[in-house]
């Protein structure tokens, strides 16, 4: 029944990206940097009650769709840069085109969960700002807990992404 | 005098799919490869192949088909330029070859496809330099993606230990060098540079084989060669991740440099000039190298069960 919702392939394919190059195997270091220092954010900032206020979850909620939809923007460049790569003519050895294929796969799998990251996050924003009078501390805190966790994960999935479109441009435009 | 000689290779099929190499006798819903091959042969016997990419024409003379054995001949030519002929006794150029005409080398073939295995043993002669191991392989390829979109047949060149012995009973390792090149770990980095420079590894190992002795690490170089064990796995070296092995062989006060990550370098051809006897075509008699052939085919089963002992 929640087939067509299905969304454990994009975190599945993420995760796969956060792979050592040289060795293809899982960096701890990527999985510390990418999914333990959110749980840290999300940790401190309710504890020291520096919770989320009306006035920062709208403007919140507005910058996280306003990069949702630049980044489905984003994934049709890349659809296109694939096709464009695909038409070309020019000779290049097989291990080049296997690493472009590579990272553009790569890629693609990063934009697709930071939109689901920010959509997510935009969920949880609206549940914490129709939830403070209405429900228990608790559950105000934990929404708390998971719009700073969600927040902090697309802001670093973000920058990666940032590094590995720029790269990709730039090559791009080099040719 | 031109030279003959055998190559052998192994002949597997893998499904791109899986990414699993299959059994020959079950290919795909249980059709054996034997019966496959057996179609393709006989299509090119009435039909030829042609690659006209590469301006190359193949086809079967003939070939029979016996306990699993295919024995035939194979014939290829190239066009796309002209040639004379020049008679050596007149003197005189006798004909003109055209543009898009071939001259058609046959090439004798011996094939075994054995039942519950992944692996078949592939026999091709080759005539002083030439061979047809590419052309065939990619003429058959053709054959099997129009039935079998998602399989892939792979010759590989077919090394066994007694060849690597050979080298090491005349000769012995003197270093095995691992070179580990830099590349990044963030496979954006690695996009970005797309080159990569060598540095030597700074472990040395210096292993010297004993006449008549044996090396311990041969059976490992065996498996890296026919592609049943990584590079990488050779041996174990701690904080140190090489890429590439080179090893470097005294044979008779000659050294010679065998790098393990390109294997296509170590070319196991049997010279049979000797043995072979020629028809008034000037080209092995059937039954002379059909005969050499098979007796090693044999040698190469038993060379291969040997070695699988071993490990």
Request: hydrophobic letters at 40%.
């Amino acid at each position: 029944m929640f087939d067509k919702v299905n969304v454990s392939k994009i975190i599945r394919d993420h995760i796969s990206t956060l792979k050592d190059y040289r060795t293809n195997k899982y960096k701890i270091g990527d999985f510390i940097l990418f999914f333990v220092t959110p749980l840290f954010f999300a940790v401190i900032f309710p504890y020291f009650n520096i919770l989320l206020t009306h006035n920062l979850i709208s403007i919140l909620i507005t910058s996280l769709s306003i990069f949702a939809a630049l980044l489905f923007n984003l994934l049709l460049l890349i659809y296109d840069i694939v096709q464009k790569s695909k038409n070309e003519n020019v000779q290049k050895s097989k291990n080049e085109n296997r690493l472009k294929i590579k990272f553009l796969k790569e890629i693609y799998s990063n934009i697709s969960f930071c939109i689901l990251i920010a959509i997510w996050a935009v969920v949880f924003l609206i549940l914490i700002s129709i939830s403070d009078s209405r429900c228990s501390t608790l559950i105000f805190l934990t929404f708390n807990f998971i719009a700073y966790y969600l927040m902090v994960l697309f802001l670093l999935t973000l920058f990666m992404v940032l590094k590995r479109i720029h790269v990709l441009l730039y090559k791009e435009v080099e040719k | 005098m031109a030279r003959y000689s055998l190559a052998p290779y192994t002949i597997r099929i893998k499904d791109k799919k899986s990414d699993k190499y299959v059994h020959i006798d079950n290919i795909s819903g249980g059709e054996d490869f034997l019966y496959v091959m057996n179609n393709y042969l006989s299509n090119r016997k009435n039909s030829v192949g042609h690659q006209q990419s590469q301006k190359k024409i193949l086809r079967i003379r003939r070939f029979t088909l016996q306990n699993r054995i295919f024995s035939g001949i194979i014939e290829t030519g190239e066009y796309g330029y002209e040639t004379e002929l020049f008679d050596a006794n007149s003197e005189k150029t006798t004909y003109k070859r055209h543009i898009n005409e071939a001259e058609m080398l046959p090439f004798y073939l011996l094939m075994y496809l054995p039942q519950n295995a992944d692996e078949g043993i592939l026999i091709l002669q080759r005539f002083k330099q030439y061979g047809i191991r590419t052309n065939f392989e990619r003429d058959i390829n053709e054959y099997v993606k129009t039935r079998f979109s998602s399989l892939e047949l792979q010759i590989n060149p077919l090394v066994t230990s007694q060849l690597i012995n050979e080298y090491l009973r005349h000769g012995r390792v003197l270093k095995l060098r691992f070179i580990r090149f830099s590349f990044p770990s963030d496979i954006a980095n690695a996009y970005d540079t797309q080159d990569h420079k060598e540095e030597e590894g700074y472990t040395e190992l210096v292993i010297s084989a004993k006449r008549r002795g044996r090396i311990p690490i041969i059976g490992r170089i065996l498996e890296v060669i026919n592609g049943k064990r990584q590079l990488n796995e050779l041996i174990e070296i701690k904080d140190f991740k090489y890429e590439k092995v080179k090893i470097e062989i005294d044979i008779n006060g000659n050294k010679r440099t065998i790098d393990l990550s390109d294997i296509n370098k170590i070319r196991p051809y049997i010279d049979i000039t000797q043995n072979i006897k020629l028809g008034d075509n000037g080209h092995p008699l059937f039954n002379s190298i059909d005969a050499i052939s098979r007796e090693l085919l044999l040698d190469l089963i038993n060379q291969i069960a040997r070695d699988n002992n071993v490990r």
